[in-house]
């Protein structure tokens, strides 16, 4: 099963609107990560969260990470139609390398 | 280069073909992963070097599938006598080190059709 999950799947707002995706996770982790993904390419890097921080911001980005709940938020504020594109979290088993990824959420902004 | 170079960025290829897909990381990239997408799923591990150590070939789904690392540059993804399920994107990254607390930087990746 995904050690990452995000919720909802697919989720679609007018531009201006606040987008906030969820993801869970079964293990404890070191730190949590979002990516986002344009039409099936490469992902780029957004954000990272340590597991001893409860929430960042950068930019337009807020990450809220709860660790009791195994479960993190990635909130896009004013949304643009530019940030229509795939979202992923990623997380590492506590010591692990590599890190796994959710099955994301497709997030749609209408102009 | 600036990025991580994957090539051909698309392959297609018939049922039962060997294919070679190649990653340029990031230089000075200590560590190196591939990750394979179908598609609108997520990122499936297949496997990361580092270095000189062992690579992990854990996520490696079947024999056919193989990997390999000249040094701390260039690596090549193999797939041999490849089935209709193979078909998907191959994502290679890289990154300072081995660790989840290092950014990992996507190549493009490489779309692969398997007819």
């Known amino acids: 099963s995904q050690q990452g999950e995000e919720d909802p799947q697919a989720l679609s707002i007018q531009e201006g609107e606040n987008a906030t995706m969820n993801c869970s996770y079964k293990?404890?982790?070191?730190?949590l990560q979002w990516y986002r993904q344009n039409s099936g390419r490469g992902l780029v890097h957004l954000i990272l969260i340590r597991s001893n921080e409860r929430e960042k911001h950068s930019g337009r980005l807020r990450v809220t990470l709860d660790t009791s709940k195994k479960s993190s938020s990635l909130l896009i504020t004013a949304s643009r139609a530019a940030d229509t594109a795939s979202y992923f979290c990623?997380?590492?088993?506590?010591?692990?390398?590599?890190?796994?990824f959710g099955e994301g959420t497709q997030l749609t902004v209408n102009p | 280069g600036a990025g991580v170079s994957q090539s051909p960025s698309n392959k297609v290829t018939e049922k039962g073909k060997d294919v070679e897909l190649r990653c340029d990381p990031i230089?000075?990239?200590?560590?190196l992963y591939w990750y394979r997408q179908r598609l609108g799923q997520g990122l499936e591990f297949l496997i990361y070097?580092?270095?000189?150590?062992?690579?992990?070939k854990s996520g490696l789904p079947s024999d056919r599938f193989s990997a390999e690392r000249t040094g701390e540059s260039v690596s090549t993804l193999t797939i041999q006598r490849t089935q209709q399920e193979d078909s998907a994107v191959y994502l290679c990254?890289?990154?300072?080190?081995?660790?989840?607390?290092?950014?990992?930087?996507f190549g493009e990746g490489s779309w692969l059709t398997v007819v």
């Open positions: 990254a890289s990154s300072f080190s081995v660790g989840s607390r290092n950014t990992i930087y």
């Open positions: 990623a997380t590492d088993a506590f010591g692990g390398s590599r890190l796994t």
């Open positions: 293990t404890s982790i070191n730190n």
């Open positions: 230089s000075g990239h200590t560590a």
């Open positions: 070097f580092q270095g000189n150590s062992a690579p992990d």
